[in-house]
């Protein structure tokens, strides 16, 4: 009996021990314990200046990213308290002396955050964003964010700025490159595809990060293609175009949003409750935080929103901003805005409930710190990862002749400045990528044609900004021993990107000059063209017997560059992006809505209306017969569904992947729409002689409903057409 009593009675103090460590242990502190909770328990141990230091975000490291220039030993003069910081540094070292500062030196111990822009890999680089859409593979694009996810997290960042989901329909705007074009269904499929690839099931693993939807919103509206500018949108433009690819970020589970510099028709974003409160969070209910853009609450001020800093803190944080990107103005003011009570605590604890359970969501207080061993980078499978995206985002966009692929050819002159070139072919936004990581387009071509034919090359001219045609004799001498000729031409990487706008999108003078130097000399001539938007070729195309656009496709485009040239990789590339005929036809995108009169009138007298290559052009070697579009119904009530289906027969004798495009159209409706609307598509391989058919299962209420300036969906009977290519077929909706 005793024995029993004795056993009982340790047993019974075990557990009141347990309870009583556990007891010990703040609730926050406990993993166990529900996000909610561990969030509302720190929070109401908050002093108010803690709260407000969790709603800073400074700078950490250094790098040579023009953006973000900090000497080394920020790393001990950033406050510990500090919310977040962009850490620039290659290594987690400064990250880990910053965490551990936080970790055991602040009365409650929470953990910074680190974000930082990688935007198309952290240092294995893939193809900038807006080639990456040219893919039409969002699994691709999504392995390709899991590689930037595992590079940043083992270096030492925990949330990257990406993915830009700006439609742009402007290519003088230069952050066109960070986006994936102008089409609202597709930005919102790679916003999804991007955010599972960040993030994946559970974004504390130590190979995923937190995602960051941007601009928020419609920044890429930019008058006239200028940055940081006004942005004319109307609330049905605003929600027919601009919002959707952030709904879809949402519903992917994106942990963050960015607020954008740009002023939405009087209100700046940064400063928006419409879009930031309402709709956002009230409408889509995000739950995540807001971080606002670089200085973008200070800039409140330029943008004549906001008297001073305090009054920008006041309403950028009302809006619905809950961090303040490295301006210090919610650091310099919100603790006087609540003592003179023009801001309520209340509203201070929101934002740092948002910011406190990101930080919880990713795991930062039971693993604070990123172990000090060397970060798989560059790994054999991740650059392949790389060099496949770039393979599949090249576009053959003309191929005259048949002149490509290259057969029997003897002698081969590679001109151009971008032939020898590394840094370039990266495009902006390199976050920690290297030239000497790049295999540069001379070395790729030797590799490709070594053994098959002669080599010479010559560089002919430089990027731009010079009449010096010195280089143009021994170009041409190249070009006219050669049997054909590859004009490697394009833009520096610092064309595109921030800050980037240019009012002439064509190619540089000294550039047009070389490519009509060649092509004088009578050799066919292949340009290939590494650019970070679509360019105005309308006083280039007729100089060229085939067009490759490789765009600034990272550290492993040369190969796929000349296997596409040689005929060993098959291009599968289409543009989701639209290049017009000249500059003077901007803005022009497919998705634009009908004129009043009929197609010959209101256009241009003096240019074509039709663009030089649409949104979805793109060749193949293969040669694809489309069928009919069979319908499994023609006549659907609201709540419907039915099934779309096209053959497509690759009726020529080489393998060839083929990206079909579904578009509805709707001719009548109490808002009308645009002529088409992309909302399906569907990449697959077609063996040489096979046919394939491609299905599109359509919901009737997702897929034909329409969206109004509120933002509700519209949805009236009567016809809509479903296209594929020129095939139209009807259905009812009764
Ligand atoms: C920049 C960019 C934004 C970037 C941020 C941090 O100004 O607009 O895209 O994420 O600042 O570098």
Redesign the pocket.
């Known amino acids: 009996m005793n024995r029993r009593l004795i056993t009982t009675a340790l047993l019974i103090l075990c557990v009141l021990t347990l309870q009583a460590k556990k007891d010990a242990v703040p609730l926050y502190k406990r993993a166990d314990a529900p996000v909610e909770k561990r969030v509302q328990d720190l929070l109401k141990r908050m002093t108010l200046e803690e709260k407000i230091l969790q709603l800073s975000q400074g700078l950490l490291g250094g790098n040579d990213n023009a953006?973000?220039i900090m000497p080394d030993d920020a790393s001990m003069t950033v406050s510990p308290m500090i919310g977040s910081v962009?850490y620039t540094s290659t290594g987690p070292q400064q990250r880990n002396a910053l965490q551990k500062r936080a970790m055991e030196e602040t009365r409650l111990g929470i953990p910074v955050v680190f974000g930082y822009?990688v935007i198309h890999g952290y240092r294995t680089i893939y193809p900038v964003p807006l080639a990456c859409a040219c893919t039409w593979n969002p699994e691709l694009v999504r392995r390709c964010c899991s590689v930037a996810a595992s590079e940043s997290r083992a270096s030492g960042v925990d949330w990257t700025?990406s993915p830009?989901i700006d439609i742009a329909r402007d290519p003088r705007w230069g952050r066109v490159v960070e986006g994936y074009g102008e089409d609202p269904y597709t930005t919102s499929v790679f916003a999804a595809a991007a955010v599972k690839g960040y993030q994946g099931d559970n974004p504390a693993a130590p190979d995923k990060v937190a995602a960051c939807l941007?601009?928020f919103v419609g920044y890429g509206a930019s008058e006239a293609g200028r940055d940081y500018v006004y942005t004319e949108i109307s609330d049905q433009t605003l929600w027919d175009t601009y919002l959707p690819p952030y709904e879809a970020g949402v519903k992917a589970g994106a942990m963050t949003v960015?607020s954008a510099?740009n002023n939405i028709s009087g209100i700046p974003a940064t400063a928006n409750r419409y879009t930031l409160t309402d709709i956002l969070r009230r409408m889509w209910g995000f739950k995540g935080l807001v971080v606002s853009?670089?200085d973008a609450v200070f800039q409140l001020i330029h943008q004549n929103h906001a008297s001073d800093k305090a009054d920008a803190a006041l309403k950028a944080l009302s809006a619905g901003v809950d961090l303040d990107?490295t301006d210090n103005v919610y650091q310099d003011t919100l603790e006087q805005l609540v003592k003179e009570k023009r801001l309520s605590e209340d509203v201070i604890d929101e934002a740092v409930r948002r910011v406190l359970r990101v930080k919880f969501e990713l795991g930062l207080f039971e693993n604070p710190f990123t172990p000090d061993t060397p970060a798989a980078l560059l790994t054999p499978e991740s650059v392949k990862t790389a060099e496949s995206a770039a393979e599949e985002s090249m576009v053959l966009l003309k191929n005259e002749g048949g002149i490509l692929p290259l057969k029997n050819v003897g002698e081969i002159a590679l001109i151009g400045p971008l032939v020898t070139d590394d840094f370039n072919l990266m495009g902006p936004w390199t976050a920690h990528g290297q030239s000497s990581d790049v295999k540069g387009l001379l070395e790729a071509f030797k590799e490709e044609f070594g053994g098959k034919a002669e080599l010479t090359y010559a560089r002919g001219c430089e990027y731009s900004g010079t009449t010096d045609r010195s280089g143009f004799t021994e170009a041409i001498a190249a070009a006219q021993k050669a049997d054909v000729i590859i004009a490697c031409l394009g833009e520096y990487n610092n064309w595109t990107g921030?800050n980037a706008s240019r009012a002439s999108i064509q190619l540089p003078p000294i550039q047009r000059e070389l490519l009509e130097a060649l092509d004088a000399t009578g050799k066919p001539v292949v340009l290939l063209l590494v650019n970070g938007r679509p360019l105005d070729l309308s006083q280039a195309i007729e100089h060229a017997d085939a067009v490759l656009e490789m765009w600034q496709p990272g550290i492993a485009g040369s190969r796929p560059a000349a296997g596409i040239v040689s005929g060993r990789i098959n291009p599968s590339g289409k543009l989701a992006i639209t290049f017009p005929f000249t500059i003077g036809q901007i803005p022009i995108y497919y998705n634009r809505r009908s004129p009043a009169r009929d197609p010959n009138q209101g256009y241009y007298q003096d240019y074509p209306v039709e663009p030089l290559f649409p949104f979805g052009s793109g060749l193949s070697y293969s040669s694809f017969d489309y069928g009919n579009i069979v319908l499994s119904a023609d006549r659907v009530d609201k709540d419907g569904a039915l099934e779309a289906s096209v053959t497509v027969k690759n009726t020529s004798e080489r393998d060839g992947m083929e990206t079909v495009h579904w578009y509805i159209q709707d001719p009548v409706c109490s808002v009308s729409r645009p002529v088409k609307e992309l909302k399906h598509f569907e990449k697959a391989m077609i063996k040489a002689g096979e046919t394939r058919t491609f299905t599109f299962d359509i919901n009737v209420k997702r897929d034909f409903s329409f969206v109004d300036r509120h933002g509700s969906k519209i949805l009236e009977k009567g016809d809509v057409y479903i296209i594929v290519k020129d095939r139209k077929e009807k259905v009812t909706i009764e």
């Open positions: 953006n973000n962009i822009d700025f830009m941007k601009h960015m510099f853009d670089w990107m921030e």
